[in-house]
């Protein structure tokens, strides 16, 4: 695995532009700095009120919020944001699928976009975004947990970006008064299961 160099205003991804470079509606893809953490907070609020990609009931807020970004930095795991303008329109991130050791090659990832911005590619350019660092880093598999069996725009962006479904949890949380279940994705990245990790 690399150094896990990232840090929020690193320059990893070189700044990608979707869309028109001159025209108004330029999309940037860049990493996150703590100045971005209100205008994500707001995002993922829409998500945990309004939605079910999430099974958290309460949003956090701006200060808790930052805590998070800064504890996925902290670990050298990517945080992109994607700017309208001087706008945050979206937001993507990996971090550990889980925290025990034997997993430290396998990473989670998380898309959100502002309401009024989806449909126009922009959690695609987030997601290969966010697959590109993760494979530049070393790791090996990424898996998408979907919180809803519903969430055929989810399942279908990351279909697009090369994950398969692998299973389903039916009925696995309560939330707008019905159940839940999750749907589990899963991206090989890199040299995958072909070869041992680099520390073996």
Same mark, same amino acid.
Request: glycine share 12%; with cysteine; hydrophobic share 45%.
């Given at each position: ?19 028109? #470079? =001159? ?9 996150? %700095?703590? +100045? $971005?953490?209100?205008? *994500? !907070? ?51 991130? #990996? =971090? ?9 090659? %396998?990473? +989670? $990832?998380?898309?959100? *976009? !502002? ?86």
């Amino acid at each position: 695995m690399q150094d896990p160099g990232f840090r929020p205003g690193s320059s990893l991804i070189g700044g990608k532009v979707m869309g028109p #470079a =001159a025209g108004s509606g330029a999309v940037k893809i860049r990493p996150a %700095t703590p +100045e $971005d953490a209100a205008v *994500i !907070a707001d995002i993922y609020a829409d998500a945990v009120l309004n939605g079910a990609a999430t099974f958290e009931l309460e949003p956090p807020g701006p200060d808790e919020m930052a805590r998070r970004m800064n504890d996925v930095a902290a670990g050298g795991y990517p945080w992109l944001v994607a700017a309208s303008a001087a706008t945050v329109v979206g937001y993507a991130y #990996a =971090a550990p699928y889980h925290r025990r050791p034997a997993y430290r090659w %396998t990473v +989670e $990832d998380s898309v959100y *976009i !502002a309401p009024d911005q989806k449909g126009r590619g922009i959690g695609r350019a987030l997601l290969e975004a966010v697959i590109a660092i993760s494979q530049e880093k070393g790791y090996r598999q990424m898996v998408a947990v979907i919180s809803d069996d519903k969430s055929m725009a989810s399942v279908a962006l990351h279909r697009g970006c090369g994950f398969a479904e692998v299973g389903r949890l039916p009925a696995v949380g309560w939330k707008h008064g019905r159940w839940l279940a999750t749907i589990f994705m899963q991206r090989p990245l890199g040299a995958a299961d072909a070869q041992p990790p680099a520390d073996v």
